[in-house]
């Protein structure tokens, strides 16, 4: 495989795994519009790794971890990240190739880094999900994790997807040779208007950090993580003979977007220091259940069901 | 005579799991060959990140054909039992056999199974041992339902001998066996043909991959220590992670770098679990200063840099790595040098369990604890009291935080820059200890005390709620705890009563559930209240009394004992004295020898009682001792029957006058000395002295029941006599209860 040129920016380390990928077959989404902890909660991963479906998608997801946040001090820690994702349905046996590939897109020489696969089985509770995989180190760096989907809102994976996550200004940092985020050139350092990633993100890095951990009003926290509770069991409540289009409908994607909603609100709950440990999981169960509730209903939808498999 | 080779190819296996994969693979198919009748000379097992591999010498080529013969039904049995043969056996009618046997003529069948091709058995073996491979965890990959614990991509099954080898033909779930493998990811990726397992090895190595993980290990050992003595530095031996390292590459590249000067102030075990746990180095040691100054990571390749990149990028995430763990060490240091205050109030938050109380609650249990026992192991109690509230703060620093593992190594360090002598800061590190079986036990005073009221508390915590081990399931280890208590007080000979601290211990934790229920049930009060006055009024008026009865006993304290204290504490003492026989047992101490001593009053004195019981077991081995047994055990059986019989108990008034033999008086004489020399002996715990005292028994027991006939028709005699036997009865009893011992 020919090695590529170190890119520059940020930017172009995106624009090139976004080439790879396509060039590759995958769909080059966007991001989904809302605010969600990491890239597997695109329903483009969630609700499309269920069924039997084909898939294949790429796309970059703005992530954010409100207790994360160091008002843009700290070198690596940010409140609001990018995650590039990538699922493929069924995981394709040249999966791990087609990684290494995308290191090579980015300009990591494989000759001259030390590539490793090692153990990292991953889950999430709030999704009902986990699989089998690793973190790929890079000497020594974590730069991606690599899974095989198993299970999702509590449904058996059939075919198993693989899913790819990119840490990208982690994995960006690396390559570009910067030690803190906030001095990574966004855009190519010889623009006439050269950004740096501080330059977009410093102050808004503060903003959220006061937000996240003294701003925002728990009450209204709390209250909204009810109403999206209750929003997303009513949409699933409904019967799916739509009578205004006569057709069948079921709404297991706005359902969803309530589903996220309430995982978010959560976190931001969290970041204000109000959950004790022990109702920590107790909301962590409730977005637990939501998640499975809409996996539930998104396997009766077309694009969710398993066509021609027995039941 | 063949030999079989077997390669399963599969993505990177996790390192943790692969040495028992190796004997998993071995015995399966070891196992499944010689069942049906194959039989091989050896078998290797071998493992890399991506592949398991299994070869067998000298198998024999077929199994041997089998002739069984099996007697049915007479022949002039109904159908139904005819016709069950016939299914049993998977003959028809023509292919039995009619025998005339003794009376009657029966059906026999002969059933002969032929020897079947070496490849045959081989295929149907490694498949089911591949479906059937009892991984710790296994996924499901692309669209198939095979498991494995990673995609497994290609199987190679050879089976050959001097003239060639053949592909055993077989397949997995669309995977064909072939011939082929591929050699290192990235150093020679290319799949090539192998003809028998020493040409696979030689070929395996020139692909950059060597086969053996031992092989591995004492590479990367032997390399790492070299490079370490060039630079006049040691290596810090870590067997555990040099498995996982060499689990983890197949071409094993060592580089040794520098720690960056500016950490090089951390304590050596934070920066040694720092590298080891994040980023799998070893470490690297001075000589002359004790520092870690250095680490080795092990790559998984050559490059034409010679590691220049891969060791720049590695120090650049140790960096960051290190630049974390300084950044906990100097905020935990401004925490520490302020007396540690913080991490106290902090600690009331946390929880160490629901019916138990906080750690804060906790700790003030233990040092109240640790003060009472500090002046039975020589402790001064104030010193034991501060050490007991300061050794567990660590928990909240930000180090242990990170890395739960340097809990108490952290405790020492804070323990002496808030200015605490050093047998203070010890007991912080030490109060954890004896952890295994064979971790040290401490021996400072101040630490022993701590440690026993650190594990004291836990036991008589979870036993106050309930919470005992039962069978396999021990959730808050306490059958570890008790093996700890055990170790202490015998290592350092301590001398306590553990039936009284565990009693005091329990009151404590009494009074901590006693003010949880408390606030529980105020909380239920107000929250009922408030949902409606009527039905929060006869609540209210429910738990009134229940209420008013647990703040008397919180009030009322140690003073007013709950009544499930003592039955409590007895419990607990039975379950110290089921560890203490498992651990006595495995000191070579009999098991009845122990329940010989265990029935003796003072048995919650454990260093007591296994000074006696060691005393007891030396005696029992020599001569005197086995005889002395017999004697006691002939003297108590006649005196049991005879009680039992005339329905009284002989115990007392045995008189010399009514002695007929000298054989009679020489006993009385003998149990005149014996019960001189024995009380005091007791009274100073000398077992030795008092078993000496026994065995001078032996000779006029023995005599006294060769010459002397108990059951005589003088019924004074007679009587007398039983008396005497009494004498003996107790006198030993004072030692041991010999009714306990075997033989």
Redesign the interface.
Known sequence: MPVSTTPRSFQEIILRLMTYWGAKGCAVLQPYDMEVGAGTFHPATTLRSLGNKPWAAAYVQPSRRPTDGRYGENPNRLQHYYQYQVLIKPSPPDLQDLYLGSLNAIGIDTSLHDIRFVEDDWESPTLGAWGLGWEVWCDGMEVSQFTYFQQVGGHDCKPVSGELTYGLERLAMYVLGIDHVMDMPFNDPDSPIPLKYGDIFRQTEEEYSRHNFDGATTEMLLRHFEDAEAECERLLAFDPEDPNSGKRIIMAHPAYDQCIKASHLFNLLDARGVISVTERQAYIGRVRALAKKCADAFVQTEAGASVGAAA | MSDLLIELFS??I???MQAAARENLKKLVTDGLVEVGLTYESAGAFST?RRLVLTVQGLTPESKPVREERKGPRTDAPQAALDGFLRSTGLTLEQLEKRADKKAEVFFAVIEKPGRKAAEIIAEVLERTIRTFPWP???????GSLRW???L?SILCLLGDEGGAEVVPMSVDGIVAGNTTGGHR?MAPARFAVSSFDDYTAKLRRAFVMLDSAEREAHIWNDAQNQAFARGLELVPDAGLLTEVAG??EWPVVLMGAIGAEFLHLPPEVLQTSMREH?KFFSVRNPKSGRIEGFV?V???E???NGA??L???L???S?RLSDARFFWENDLRVAKAGMGDWAEGLKAV?FH?KLGSQADRIARIAALAREIAPLVGADPDQAERAAGLAKLDLRSAMVGEFPELQGTMGRYYALEAGEPEAIANAARDHYSPLGPSDAVPSEPVSVAVALADKIDTLTGFWAIDEKPTGSKDPFALRRAALGVIRLVLGNGVRVTLSSVARTGMNRCFVETGKIIAKSLESITIGEAADGAENGGNIAELLGPIREKVFRQNAAGIADEPPATLPKVADLLSFFHDRLKVFLRDQGIRHDVIDACLAMPGNDDLTLLVKRAEALQAFLGSDDGTNLLQGFKRANNILTQAEQKDGVEYSFGADPKFAETDEERALFAALDAGEAAIKPAMAQEDFAAAMAAMAKLRAPIDAFFTAVQINTENAIVRRNRLNLLHRIRALVAQVADFTKVEG
């Open positions: 993505e990177e996790p390192a943790r990140p965890k296994s996924m499901r990959w692309g669209s614990v990673r995609p991509h990235f983890l590459v980023q990571t790559a998984n390749r490059t034409a840099d990149t891969i720049k990028g590695n650049k995430v140790l960051a929880t629901n």
